[in-house]
């Protein structure tokens, strides 16, 4: 699937979210105008016809959230692309709480097919804390209201926000599995300079999660998602998402390639079961494991990093990790 990516920064959000600084996530100041969105989607048109879904993603802000007219202003300007073939559908984010049968039956005549809910949490205490101004129950009325009206149900993570803890993070992804979303985001919270999370790092009523941890909590995430068929899309901010990477990010569990370091470390638990199982292979200090070849990168681990975890764990002197076929 090829998405292409337009930020709507949702200027004058009455919102406070504390991780939020919408300029900086978008990554520019005003919302794009029609000639602008059209360079954009002409910008791929070239290499649409490689893919067998296109579509057209109004990210960046609360698209529901932003005056009615604009919403219809985007929709029209994209929708000959959907006419031609070029594009297959639209998909756009927006708040729990900006959804209802009236923005629902107003999507719908504009070729949307997915609609992501930026949930964050399903701890209400962790959305007080975070500013976010809606609650766990909004996600819940929102998300079975998309899926009623048939459209493709998307849900957006954080973890490690203001008041969360590891079992409040394990509980939300429990309670996003109960909504039956088709695709769902992790994103570790990140501090962006200048927001109130900023001032709250510095005045210590927050401490970020280190990597390492959150590194873990997000593999235990991604198992309980795969075991209940639920594709997630995204690990971790990227370049893609509109953040500016260039000094930005001031505190917080980021990694430019967060998303491999989970099938790392999901990859890594793995082989040390093969290990455990393995008795001649301790005896003779040589560890052979054999695994998928599209996950031989995962196994092997940036830089190495398995190899040389599983040689200090297990004290062999060669691990040789090897893809089936
Ligand atoms: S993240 Fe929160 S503050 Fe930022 S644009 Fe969305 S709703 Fe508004």
């Known amino acids: 699937m090829l998405i292409i990516p337009i930020f709507i920064p949702h200027a004058g959000c009455p919102h406070d979210c504390c991780f939020c600084d919408q300029k900086k996530i978008s990554g520019q100041k005003n919302p794009p105008d029609e000639a602008e969105v059209i360079k954009i989607v002409e910008s791929y048109l070239d290499i649409t016809s490689n893919y067998e879904t296109v579509q057209i993603a109004f990210f960046g802000g609360s698209f529901t ?50 609609i992501e809910l930026g949930a964050q949490s399903m701890d209400d205490d962790v959305l007080l804390a975070s500013g976010r101004g809606h609650t766990a129950a909004d996600t819940v009325k929102s998300s079975e209201l998309i899926r ?107 990694h430019p390639a967060f998303g491999q ?13 093969m290990a455990l199982e393995s008795k001649d292979n301790t005896e003779s200090k040589i560890f052979t494991a054999y695994v998928p070849k599209e996950e031989l990168s995962d196994y092997i681990g940036q830089k190495k990093c398995n190899v040389e975890r599983l040689k200090k764990q297990f004290g062999y002197q060669k691990v040789i990790i090897k893809s089936i076929n």
């Open 261 to 273: 370091l989970v099938k790392s470390h999901i990859a890594y638990n793995r082989l040390v079961k």
């Open 148 to 254: 009623a009206y048939g459209f493709e149900l998307g849900l957006q993570t954080m973890t490690g926000l203001p008041g969360a803890s590891y079992m409040s993070d394990i509980a939300t992804c429990k309670k996003i599995i109960e909504l039956k979303p088709d695709i769902v985001r992790i994103y570790p919270t990140v501090v962006l300079r200048d927001t109130f999370l900023h001032k709250m790092c510095e005045n210590g009523t927050y401490l970020p999660p280190t990597l390492e941890k959150t590194v873990a909590l997000c593999a235990e995430l991604m198992l309980q998602y795969r075991n209940n068929n639920i594709k997630v899309i995204r690990m971790g901010l990227q370049a893609s998402d509109g953040v500016s990477m260039d000094g930005e990010i001031v505190a917080g569990p980021y």
């Open 65 to 114: 959230a932003i005056p009615r007219e604009m919403q219809e202003k985007y929709l029209k300007t994209v929708a000959p692309y959907i006419e031609s073939g070029a594009v297959s559908s639209v998909r756009l984010s927006t708040r729990p709480d900006c959804i209802d049968d009236d923005v629902l039956i107003f999507l719908r005549k504009y070729n949307v097919r997915t």
